[in-house]
T-cell receptor, first 113, second 114 residues
């Protein structure tokens, strides 16, 4: 069975500071992992995905994530936070049946001016 | 290209009333999904469909029914609404049965059951 755990339901960073959002996964098979972003009152938008081609994955808006099998982690980072990064971020793992996604509980990112 | 659209955007129901949420996609996707989003619980899968005429249960299917009569549409029904079904509902679609194909999401429907 697949699942993801996001540590920290709320993260605050100063503008220009490093953003680090944590995601750990559990999977009995090689995982396929995704990060989505949700801006207020909107649907989810794909930031990036890991499909085993490369462990360091670059996404949109300057975000990237590194797949670490030994740590079962797929943390999301951005070197310098912008005010526009304030949103809810979801980590997800896909299953092999029906392409189901299992989402984490989300991390709300606040960027302080 | 509208992507995934949902109707309505907002709805208020009284306990026991019924309603249908409509999801439409114009990307010719095979797979479609209905999720509910509740604070602190992320997104949970209600039902999904792997093709026209087929549906399957997700993690939290009780109290909901679905139908996929046309490939581009996926309907979610509440036969007798309960306050516990107050939530934001998202529809999503994906191209085909591949674990690394992303899901595309609609803008959501905010449902309140009084």
């Amino acid at each position: 069975a697949q699942s993801v755990t996001q540590l920290g339901s709320h993260v605050s960073v100063s503008e220009g500071a490093l953003v680090l959002l944590r995601c750990n996964y559990s999977s009995s098979v090689p995982p396929y992992l995704f990060w989505y972003v949700q801006y207020p009152n909107q649907g989810l938008q794909l930031l990036l995905k890991y499909t085993s081609a490369a462990t360091l994955v670059k996404g949109i808006n300057g975000f990237e994530a590194e797949f670490k099998k030994s740590e079962t982690s797929f943390h999301l980072t951005k070197p310098s936070a912008h005010m526009s990064d304030a949103a809810e971020y979801f980590c997800a793992v896909s299953a092999y049946t029906g392409n189901q996604f299992y989402f984490g509980t989300g991390t709300s990112l606040t960027v302080i001016p | 290209n509208a992507g995934v659209t949902q109707t309505p955007k907002f709805r208020v129901l009284k306990t026991g009333q019924s309603m249908t949420l409509l999801c439409a996609q114009d990307m010719n996707h095979e797979y479609m999904y209905w999720y509910r989003q509740d604070p602190g619980m992320g997104l949970r899968l209600i039902h999904y469909s792997v093709g026209e005429g087929t549906t399957a249960k997700g993690e939290v299917p009780d109290g909901y029914n679905v139908s996929r009569l046309k490939k581009q549409n996926f309907l979610l029904g509440l036969e007798s609404a309960a306050p516990s079904q107050t939530s934001v509902y998202f529809c999503a679609s994906s191209y085909k049965a591949s674990v690394y194909n992303e899901q595309f999401f609609g803008p959501g429907t905010r449902l309140t059951v009084l």
